[in-house]
């Protein structure tokens, strides 16, 4: 059974920045293709980043393009967003997963393995 750790939440004035980790036990992480999700109270879990399991392709969502950046440390079993220019309506529960294959990352269904979720709270 596989454990996913988010960290590196908290509070943050707008325009700042953030670094989310999300550390995976069990199978190395060179195993999955990884991505982040968020939901905001109220809303519907939605697509953030992803990242095929040898790295070699990212996907980003239009409402943080240019903002957010995923990256993943096979060695340390680790991937990371990386999230700057941050605004109030990036606050939100952040959640790593992991898949197993590298299609449809967009998808919630496709991931298997999901942590317990970090809080980002950006203020205006």
């Known amino acids: 059974q596989e454990q996913l750790v988010e960290s590196g939440g908290g509070l943050v004035q707008a325009g700042g920045s953030l670094r989310l980790s999300c550390a995976v036990s069990?199978?190395?992480?060179?195993?999955?293709?990884m991505g982040w999700f968020r939901q905001a109270p109220g809303e519907y879990q939605e697509f953030v980043s992803a990242?095929?399991?040898?790295?070699?392709?990212?996907y980003i969502a239009d409402s943080v393009k240019g903002r957010f950046t995923i990256s993943r440390d096979d060695a340390k079993n680790t991937v990371y967003l990386q999230m700057n220019s941050l605004k109030p309506e990036d606050t939100a529960v952040y959640y790593c997963?992991?898949?197993?294959?590298?299609?449809?990352?967009?998808?919630?269904?496709?991931?298997?393995?999901w942590g317990q979720g970090t809080q980002v709270t950006v203020s205006s």
């Open positions: 997963a992991a898949a197993l294959g590298d299609w449809d990352l967009y998808r919630r269904n496709r991931y298997t393995y």
């Open positions: 990242i095929t399991y040898r790295g070699s392709k990212t």
């Open positions: 069990g199978r190395t992480l060179s195993s999955y293709a």
